[in-house]
């Protein structure tokens, strides 16, 4: 069977996803399985956004077009998967960072250069992004659900070997993935060169990027420490853990699916706000002495939350850039966003450490609650017509 290059693009997301799952989300519990306490956590957390912030400007000088992005896929993912293997044949603090770090240097801009990639395929067939990205929202209801159980009763080691089969194939998708170029079918429109004066000059991508980092910087530092906050604080068994990983996520997928059948009938303001609501609902849940099964269920709006913000962000940029600048605006915006997590990440570890989680959730309202203030004072104008009209 002959795929089209949309389902090749659908399956680029669901694998390189579903080998995410096995590492990512349990990275932590594993780290502090391994003996490492919360403040040494929060270094580690800090060292990928820290080193995407000293490696960004290179990738982002030789990311120039879609033909570029598509080899340096290629090429990260293997990377990635090698290293992370290495993670569970290490001992000590130092190696363990180091090998982080390699992480964080050669992959950390990976997600920001497929959605740039994606989204230039999309923008040049008039195909809806988050038709391909729910599919990465699927692989990881599938996976984190697997990898709890492997984790419980197989070990990492087993895990983590499975995260590194799949990336390895994310990369031959990647080579199967025609140049987009040599689509056929496509519009006659060409896809010139960056214009990064006019990037710098827009206004409307600062305000945004302003809202992005505060609210979305914030519900990350907050996801960051979730895995430690409910096995290690709360007591969730591994199993437990995928389970409602898995859950949040699929709530996740039936909202993205949602907004890709009936989004266009809401204005991205609406939608932001909302998605902005429930984050905030969340953490202020969370800084409430309250039963397991109620943070559980709290849990469940950032799938809400996220699957909202997953069909709207690419969007949005779209409309406040042009095309040709989509890639280097999100490499843009992960390097700020970086520097914040950087930041809050390092700060966290040490602040749990000496005051608790609640209190964390506490501040991180806060900071999502300004965020939001600024984007309502602050909203930023989109140029494309089709999302000028509804507002």
């Known amino acids: 069977m002959i795929l089209s290059e949309t389902s090749k693009f659908k399956l680029f997301y669901f694998i390189r996803f579903f080998g995410d799952a096995f590492f990512y989300p349990f990275m932590t519990i594993y780290f502090l399985h391994k003996g490492l306490t919360e403040d040494k956590l929060g270094i580690l957390l800090a060292i990928t956004p820290i080193t995407t912030i000293l490696v960004n400007p290179l990738w982002n000088y030789l990311v ?28 000590g603090f130092e190696l363990i960072a180091l090998l982080i770090g390699l992480i964080a240097f050669f992959c950390s801009p990976y997600v920001s250069i497929q959605d740039g990639f994606t989204a230039t395929f999309c923008n040049k067939n008039g195909i809806e ?3 391909i990205r729910i599919y990465a929202s699927i692989a990881y209801v599938i996976a984190t659900l697997i990898a709890g159980y492997l984790s419980q009763y197989f070990g990492y080691e087993v895990m983590f070997l499975t995260a590194g089969f799949f990336f390895a194939l994310t990369a031959i998708i990647t080579i199967w993935i025609r140049p987009i170029d040599s689509v056929k079918n496509q519009t006659d429109i060409e896809i010139p060169k960056r214009d990064f004066k006019s990037l710098i000059k827009n206004k409307n991508f600062y305000k945004y990027l302003v809202f992005y980092t505060l609210v979305l910087g914030a519900v990350r530092i907050g996801d960051s420490f979730f895995g ?13 853990y995928g389970w409602v990983y898995s859950a949040f996520v699929l709530v996740e997928v039936i909202a993205l699916r949602y907004m890709t059948m009936k989004g266009n009938q809401f204005s991205e303001k609406k939608l932001i706000v909302f998605a902005s609501i429930t984050f905030i609902v969340r953490f202020l849940i969370y800084f409430l002495n309250v039963p397991l099964f109620v943070i559980i269920a709290a849990t469940l709006l950032r799938g809400l939350g996220w699957g909202i913000v997953l069909y709207v962000h690419i969007k949005y940029v779209l409309a406040i850039v042009k095309v040709q600048n989509v890639t280097t605006a999100i490499l843009i915006i992960t390097l700020v966003f970086s520097i914040f997590i950087g930041i809050g990440n390092f700060v966290t570890g040490h602040f749990v450490k000496a005051f608790g989680y609640q209190w964390l959730y506490f501040i991180l309202t806060c900071l999502i609650t300004l965020g939001l203030v600024i984007f309502l004072i602050f909203t930023p104008k989109l140029q494309s017509l089709n999302l000028e009209t509804r507002k």
Not at 228 to 240: A, E
Request: hydrophobic residues 50%.
């Open 129 to 131: 992004y988050s038709s």
């Open 64 to 91: 120039k077009d879609a033909k570029i992005s598509r080899i340096v896929l290629q090429l990260m993912t293997i990377i990635e998967g090698i290293i992370i293997i290495l993670v569970t044949r290490v001992n």
């Open 228 to 240: 430690m906050f409910i096995t290690g604080n709360l007591g969730l068994s591994n199993v437990g």
